[in-house]
């Protein structure tokens, strides 16, 4: 059984008037189901999650005064949330934050059939990357892009060797699991 939060019609246009301190009730009663829904959204990027969050405390905030009744407070929130969601993605997909910087590379180097599919095979790792788990991906990032030993590994992450050492075994698995799911995709014609 879901409880939906009710507030009295003095609330409501208190809230209306953007006073801090309804907004705050308003705030304390759906944080963890926004947040939740992000996460969700987010596929566990807690970090785009947090930054999509306060967008959608800071945009709910901006246009509560549009409000026209108090009976679906959460789905409102939730289609801020979701409006910031989509937002984010298609500013993802202007600045062609994977892609980018494979096409500008190609385009300086004469146009080999080889180099063309060794950039594509880093833009799906980039992705791949960029899809597995936070952890998995900072410990890979630490050992082949720092160039990290496991021990240097253990005293930035606060793990054990073993705990690192099974880590990346996970993390390359998880790697090369998204590796050829991406260029299942990719490649399908």
Known sequence: MVILMFLSEIEFN???????????????????????????????N???????????VYSAFASVSTLKNAKNLQGWLLLVAHRR?????????REKK???????EY????NNAEKLFKLE??????IALGNIKENYRKVLELKYLENKSVNEITIIMNKTESAVRNMLNRARTMLKKEM??????????
Do not use: C, M, W
């Open 14 to 44: 208190q809230l209306k008037q953007q006073d801090p301190g309804v907004f705050e009730k308003v705030y304390n009663e759906y944080k963890v189901k926004i947040f939740n829904f992000l996460i969700y959204k987010t596929r566990g």
């Open 46 to 56: 807690r970090d785009v999650a947090n930054e999509l969050f306060s967008e959608t």
């Open 85 to 93: 969601y989509v937002d984010h993605v298609r500013k993802k997909i």
């Open 98 to 104: 994977y892609l980018e910087p494979v096409y500008h």
């Open 107 to 110: 385009n300086k180097n004469n």
């Open 121 to 126: 095979q880093i833009n799906l790792l980039r």
């Open 180 to 189: 050829v799911r991406l260029e299942k995709n990719y490649f399908r014609e």
